[in-house]
T-cell receptor
């Protein structure tokens, strides 16, 4: 199974960009890379996913290294509402379930 | 549209009692997952349903836990003879097969 490594915590100032890194050096060639986040007292929510190419959506951008061993979630302008724990997936369980590590706790300062 | 809903939002029960937790997935989502989140363990996977197929129960923490999904839609997670270590937030998610998962708000279970 792929294992991921993320920093335990990061801080950002409001309105500044945030780059959240993830290492997944044992990822398989067919595993998609997903990012979820969990706001305080809520269930996790999907943020973005990709396979090889960089991806953009209304919430964030995902930059995937050419060797796919790492990826970076980019929040272009952090807001206070972006304060959450961010989880990088893989690994995936055999039933398509998400396997959550400890994630990165992002704090946003006004 | 309507998201995943769970009920009750909070449940306090005495040790040894049985509890039932309910999940209403997004209409049309064939896959349904149960997870739980406790302070000491983080988010852990419990069980998965795909349509009307029988689930793989290997992720359930003990035989006191069971789950069913009726008509490929609503799911119930039952915990018998609750123990204090069962205290956690129980989260349900639904998705198209292998698609992005949409989580409900969770049921916070407290066993006293």
């Amino acid at each position: 199974d792929a294992k991921t490594t993320q920093p335990n915590s990061m801080e950002s100032n409001e309105e500044e960009p945030v780059h959240l890194p993830c290492n997944h050096s044992t990822i398989s060639g067919t595993d998609y890379i997903h990012w979820y986040r969990q706001l305080p007292s809520q269930g996790p929510e999907y943020v973005i996913h990709g396979l090889t190419s960089n991806v953009n959506n209304r919430m964030a951008s995902l930059a995937i290294a050419e060797d796919r061993k790492s990826s970076t979630l980019i929040l272009h302008r952090a807001t206070l509402r972006d304060a959450a724990v961010y989880y990088c997936i893989p690994p995936w369980g055999s039933q398509g379930n998400l396997i959550f590590g400890k994630g990165t706790k992002l704090s946003v300062k006004p | 549209g309507a998201g995943v809903s769970q009920s009750p939002s909070n449940k306090v029960t005495e040790k040894g009692k049985d509890v039932e937790l309910r999940c209403d997935p997004i209409s049309g989502h064939t896959a349904l997952y149960w997870y739980r989140q406790s302070l000491g363990q983080g988010l852990e996977f419990l069980i998965y349903f795909q349509g009307n197929s029988a689930p793989d129960k290997s992720g359930l923490p003990s035989d006191r836990f069971s789950a069913e999904r009726t008509g490929g839609s609503v799911s119930t997670l039952t915990i018998q003879r609750t123990q204090q270590e069962d205290s956690a937030v129980y989260l349900c998610a639904s998705s198209p097969p292998w698609g992005e998962q949409y989580f409900g708000p969770g049921t916070r279970l407290t066993v006293t």
